[in-house]
């Protein structure tokens, strides 16, 4: 029973993160029909940033961290959305999937010569202390990740729904032509979302680091993972993609406990093949006009 | 065939006659994989360029090919045997796999077969009665074809060539056969090409099978090039090489894929000052790539050509690259 | 005159040239990139380290070794093709690779070729195959874990074991080689844990053995893995032994997992932090040419390059054949031949054995508790 309480405890605190990566996942498609391929090194990468400024530059922590959100969100926002996606939305979606592809082979052989093939640690923010309850061990980190990641996605949907410029994002997402008629400035509304993704994969990349270390390679199973989440829980909402990291975090340490270990990835594979079989807008998500 | 085409696939194969003669094992060894790995990109340029779906489990088909020949061939049949196994045996799984993902939504064969590639990599890793797990198969014999032997290197390039130039053939035929028209028809208007009365989903789906065939078919001739298969040989990372093949070449020509996979595969040979800013090139120039030109190099040396020769219209359906 | 001059002085540079052209070409094919990089780029620079002393030194048979290095991406197919490469290129003995997944393929091509290789794969695999021409650098993990069983047996007295293992070739090989002693020793397997290669989340696998009931935990990992794990165990509180072979204990897992590695113990072929005074020599060169610590692997790259000169120099010419002949079933002390830097035997496998050690961290640092002889 205490083994039991443990893994969703666990899975509940990895699974925040996959929400992070897949809820970002999502408003990039919404906004933009970008399916990011590159979302995996967009987590990776801010934590290099930190390592970059701290160890590299001499920054304090409480100084370097701040900085490379702000970093990401100008690089993995606003430089992503100008040089990469902007020119190549005319040319609808194959040839950006196939562009962003490419893009996270570049940001992971970046860092991988520029900063190193080797794994690095990473400081941890908060104390490495323990709870127990219920026979689980918790520990502080555990219980942080969880609260940060959700705090940010509620703030996230407050923000959508509470003010004038979110309210005028979600028009853009939902039907940019109606959302220009009325005023909304669309290629600001899309900008915005590039941004928040950016701060959204640098918040869970500080958040993971500590545990997963930091490594250029890391990005190859987040990004599935986040794909698989947001296609679970449904490609158009975000309380969608919240609910399939989740899910995919508790499915994948039960999986691998009480089913097969050497199958372990299998088994969200297999909930993400029977999800498009017999519900393809995801659990939460609703039947909309466009395909994906 | 124009007489111009059939003077330029003349000169091509005169060149592939000739290049690996004098040349290292190493540099016939690096052609060879580049031939195995045309005809693979090609079965992808069937499912992408012709038919518009995404299939991210080219590599996967390649490995399935590349088990079943090799335990033919352990268990003493002929390679021959294995490879029409290969093909075979890819053609119903990729009908199996497409059906269903074809039948819900035709944009989710993308994210199945996605899924698909991982599984398979489990599934060859984890079954070691079979497979030999992550041990791999060790010591697949090299084919004998009436006394004619394919042992040494140069031997095994110019088999490898034959067969690729029948399955060039063979895809010529598809794509010029009147089936083959009908995927040009829907490439170019899926809509008109429905009321035309072409079942596009059976259509689609057969495409998908077909380019499973071609990758598991050059599985098949991997199996005895590198005598070692093992798992990670088949990760979805490599469908995602075979995938930037075809569209860096261009997706829907012809000779996209060869010339796709030949800058995948040959041109870090000619390119080792880059050292290891290789990736990083490659990344940046295949981002260029798509700003500019979506239908690949190819598309790129047509646009050239165009603006040089005034007066000639270039594909319209091709200038948007495929759709997703 | 001018033009005598002339001839003289391109005569002068032919003679200049012709010098440096005595040279012997050896292969270094490494993992400098992708998911080995850990342990290939630092098997790479042991490999440049002792290239650069045994050139000023005055070189092999008073010819210069000229190093070329080929980047596995520690892909197998990959590796295989570059040992075709550095054949056809003309090497005299081959260096590497260290991931026994790519070994166990590249092996063929040398063997093929009649190529002398020397690898830094510990797999049992590698010599298991009757390959002429492979050589070890560091034994099989077949000769290590029963120096690892019976310390659990007899120093903690431990029954129940559980065992965290990573699903690849060299986990494999590992794996297969512990629970082939586990009758011998009377263990008892409560937890067998499976893990991915580049797994980054270890939190289930850490549960499972804390409600298995075991008494230690047999761990065999690569090296970011075992940090991962190790960061996990300390964070969900498993408080039992956790015992490895060479990989666990090194200094790269060390500086990962900081504290979390405290207490961690295993059987180590190699470490800068043996008893040795030629490895302690050799560790600070190594630092002050590279920067950061020697481990395991670097050194066995560097005994790597010794291995070719001291038996090219025992049979007196370049000869890849008599090359292999002569190293198996040969002994080679660490008085006379200083580079190799501890007394060791090949057998006719290509397996080798000498002295290993006892490792435990404490306070961030490998402490040696015991050396044993060798088998």
Known sequence: MSEFFQLIVSGLSTGSIYALAAVGFTLLWQASQTINFAQGEFVMLPAFLVLALSVKLGFPLWLAMPLAIILAVLILGVLFKRLVVEPMIKHGTLPLVIATIALGVLLKEMVKEFYSPLGQPFPSLFPQDVVTIFGAVISIPDIANFVIAMGAIVALQLFLGGTRTGRSMQATAQNPDVAQILGVDIKRMVLYTFMINGALAAIASILITPIYLAKFSNGETLGLIAFIAAIVGGFNQIRGALVGGLLIGIIDNLSATYVSAEYRQALPLILLIVIILIRPQGLLGTSEGRTV | ?324 | MIRKLAITTVAAFALGAGAAVAQVKIADVAELSGAGAAAGAVWHDGVKLAVEEVNAAGGILGEQIELAEYDSQTDPQISRAMVQKAIDEGTYVLLGTVYSSSTVVNMLVAQQNGMPQITGSESPTITAKGNPYIFRTAFGAQKGLPKLASYLKDGLGAEKIAVVWANTEFGRGGYDAFMGLVDDFGFEIVADVPTEQAQVDFASDVAKVKSSGADAVFVYLTEEESARFLIEANKQSLDLPMGGDTVLISQKVIDLAGDAANGAFGHVGLTAEAPVPAIKEMAAKFQEEFGYGADHNAIKGYIGVYMIKYVTEQIGEFDREKFAETLRGLCLDAETHPGILMDTCWDETGEMSRESFLVEVVDGAQQITQTLPAN
């Open chain 2, 1 to 324: 065939m124009t007489r111009k085409s059939i003077l330029f696939t003349l000169v091509a194969l005169i060149a592939l006659i000739l290049v690996p003669l004098g040349q290292g094992n190493y540099i016939i060894y690096v052609l060879t994989s580049w031939l195995v790995f045309s005809i693979a990109a090609m079965g992808l340029n069937l499912t992408l360029g012709y038919a518009g779906q995404i299939s991210l489990a080219q590599a996967a088909f390649m490995g399935i090919g590349a088990y079943i020949a090799a335990l033919i061939t352990l268990a003493g049949y002929h390679w021959v045997l294995g490879w029409l196994a290969a093909m075979g045996g890819t053609f119903v799984i990729g009908l199996l796999l497409g059906y269903p993902a074809l039948r819900v939504q035709h944009h989710f064969l993308a994210f199945v077969t996605l899924a698909f590639n991982t599984l398979v990599f489990l599934v060859l890793r984890n079954e070691d009665w079979l497979t030999g797990g992550s041990h791999g198969l060790v010591g697949m014999p090299r084919p004998n074809f009436f006394g004619l032997s394919t042992g040494t290197n140069l031997e095994f390039y110019y088999f490898t060539l034959v067969l690729f130039v029948i399955s060039g053939a063979i895809f010529y035929w598809i794509v010029n056969s009147p089936w083959g028209r009908a995927f040009k028809a829907l490439r170019e208007n899926p809509v008109r090409a429905e009321s035309l009365g072409v079942d596009t989903r059976r259509i689609t789906l057969l495409a998908f099978a077909i380019g499973s065939a071609f990758g598991g078919g050059a599985g098949a001739i991997m199996s005895p090039l590198v005598q070692f298969i093992e798992p990670g040989s088949f990760a979805f990372i490599h469908s995602l090489k075979i995938l930037l093949m075809v569209v860096v070449g261009g997706a829907g020509f012809f000779f996209g894929p060869i010339l796709g996979a030949a800058v995948v595969i040959l041109l870090p040979e000619f390119l080792r000052f880059t050292e290891g800013y290789y990736l990083m090139i490659y990344a940046s120039l295949v981002i260029v790539l798509m700003i500019y030109s979506p239908s690949g190099l190819i598309g790129a040396g047509q646009k050239l050509y165009a603006r040089l020769r005034p007066g000639r219209e270039t594909r319209k359906d091709m200038e948007k690259g495929a759709q997703l």
